[in-house]
């Protein structure tokens, strides 16, 4: 059984600007980015048939509601987020506790170690793959490696607009790999081939991979992707999973979509990896 | 030495994710050359692998350059320590746990910054001042009581020769001695360089001298005049040699013979093996040998050039000597200090024909200067090498062929 740590947007806006998609100007419709994530929820509880961990939403970190940035959970064991910028690092207090809270061993790293989670580390079961540059600093993976004895591949995220590993690479469960070949350079691009078998890999159009079609959430043969993007959505019906498309257009303002709600913690880092 | 070193490392999953290649790909794009130090590959997928890189660069802004470039992929700049030093308990004496050099490039690390060490020989010891404003490569017989002097290898770090940008025979810096190979090519790629060093030492450049230490073969195998062509054309600018040498080139000059032999009739002369000794002593009736020649008293041969061009001379005396000529250093130690005080400017070493000097030469020589061997017997050349001159290349051959051809190369009629 799948679980999910989800929190509620009460306090979701826009209110600095860490990536290029936010604008201060672009002020977010408060009431549909609440229907919007009802809605996902709704998709998560009924159609895929998770089980929903709620964390209280905090007054003043309007991104708390993009948990999958909390950390990354690998059986009992939570490391929490360090966050680059300071505006998110008032998050990781919240993280912590949660998971303290909730039973977790909690491993900390060192403070200018910054490493953003499950949005900067995902995999398959027997290989993890690492973006840095933009968020995550390289040199947590190998004490990440060291401590859950698993081979990560670093990846250099060289494109700002995907600037988690979780907006332009998803592993599915069978085994398949949603990407987007051009936020990687050459060597990660071999890297990957190395590891994902052509008829594997499942690249998208960059009209889909900037609605964030990669920011899915994959649960067995089910996959939770933003809506607009049907050229992906038909790549994985090619592949038998059964595609779930969500609008969620007012947290796109922010740079976040379907799996940046989906807690590295609960589903990601314990389901794939 | 303008070259600066960092040593990086490098640890996690570099190899599949193809990490190492990117770092090194870096470097040398942006014009920087890496030595991989040590490389550990992890057994299995789990585990981390791990690399030192040691990066070189020609400016201290290239390698912070790099520096910056590589650290966002995981490059940590190894941990350094400063070097230790300890002072000298007597004069002539090192500390005991003294670091001996090379005849490398060598830098020591104080207070954080890599310093160069001057005058850098092989078999020396360093010493630093208070102000680390002076950091020399000294021997042991010249340190001072309480002169601090770096001990241990903390902090001591060797630069690895570059390979010139010349395309010729000392690109390969690695002394193969064999009487079997050709020669030709070889002697003309020192002429080449002789020829380009003679242009920058007209223009006064650094490192443009060309030092030739001989032995008195060069007279008896007939390349005297080859030789006295060379200096006098302004293609050698420093004589190493000992008294025979000149006592010989000055008896030719004086009775035509060497060492009692005709020189062009080849046969002994009566009484002729009086008439090194009979030189000899004319030179030392008369003070010096710049004196002899200015006299008019030596008109012709290797001496009388020098002098006439300014070639400075350092005659190191052995134990068998005769006389000796005036100028002549007895002492060992005093004729290594006069020698090591013209080694810095020297970018071309040829050592013709004499065990003694050219291994005495080899010793005080940095392996950044291209050095040749000549000797009609291959275990000089080997010795040589067996003695740390490894950039020397060996050339098996009689002295006054290699002289007339290298000559010849230049430009002198036939």
Known sequence: M???????????????????????????DHEQAVKQWHGLMRVFEHDVGVTLERMTPVAGLPDLVFTANAGIVVDRTAVVSRFRYPERQREEVHFESWFRDHGYEVVTLDKELYFEGAGDLLGFPDCWFGGYRQRSDIRAFPFLSERFRRE????????ARFYHLDTCFCPLS????????????????????QRVPKDRQLPVPEDDALRFACNAVCVGKHVVLPSGCPT???????????????????FMKSGGSAKCFDAGAGLVCREAM | MSLHQETVLLSGHIIDSLLLAKVLDIILMMGGTFDLKDVHIGKTRE???????????ASKALLDDILKAIQPHGAAIEREADCRFESAPADGIFPDDFYATTHLPTQIRIHGRWVD?????????????????????????????????VVGRDGVRIIPLQRPRERDVFGFMESQVSAERPHGHVIADIAARMHQLRQRHRQRQAESNVLLAGGPAIIHAGGREALVWLIEEGFVHVLFCGNALAAHDMEADLYGTSLGYGLTAGRAVPHGHEHHL???????AIGSIEQAVASGVVKQGIMAACVRQGVPVVM???????????????????????MRAVIPGVGLALLVASTLHSIATGNLLPATVPTVCVDVNPSVPTKLADRGSFQAVGLVMDAASFLSELARLLGRPV
């Not at chain 1, 069978?174 to 081939?193: N, V």
């Not at chain 1, 992906?232 to 007012?250: C, F, I, K, N």
Request: proline share 8%; with cysteine.
């Open chain 1, 152 to 159: 990560i591949i670093p990846l250099e995220l060289v494109d």
């Open chain 2, 316 to 338: 190191a005396g052995t134990i068998r000597d005769d006389g000796p000529l005036p100028g002549v250093i007895t002492d060992s130690v005093r004729a290594q200090d006069a």
């Open chain 1, 2 to 28: 799948s679980r999910l740590l989800i929190c509620p947007p009460d306090f979701f806006g826009i209110e600095y600007e860490i990536n290029p998609w936010m604008r201060l100007s672009n002020r977010v």
């Open chain 2, 47 to 57: 585990e981390p692998s791990r690399a030192r890189i040691a990066i070189q660069a």
């Open chain 2, 278 to 284: 009979r030189t000899i002593n004319r030179i030392r």
């Open chain 2, 117 to 149: 060490v001057d005058r850098i020989e092989m078999d020396l010891g360093i010493l630093v001042d208070e102000q680390a404003s002076v950091v020399r490569a000294v021997p042991m017989g010249t340190v001072r009581r309480g002169e601090r002097i």
């Open chain 1, 232 to 250: 992906t959505e038909h790549l994985l019906q090619a592949r038998g999973y059964r595609t779930h498309s969500v609008p969620l257009d007012e």
């Open chain 1, 174 to 193: 069978g085994g398949d790999l949603l990407y987007f070949p051009p936020a990687f350079d050459p060597y990660g691009q071999s890297a990957i081939a």
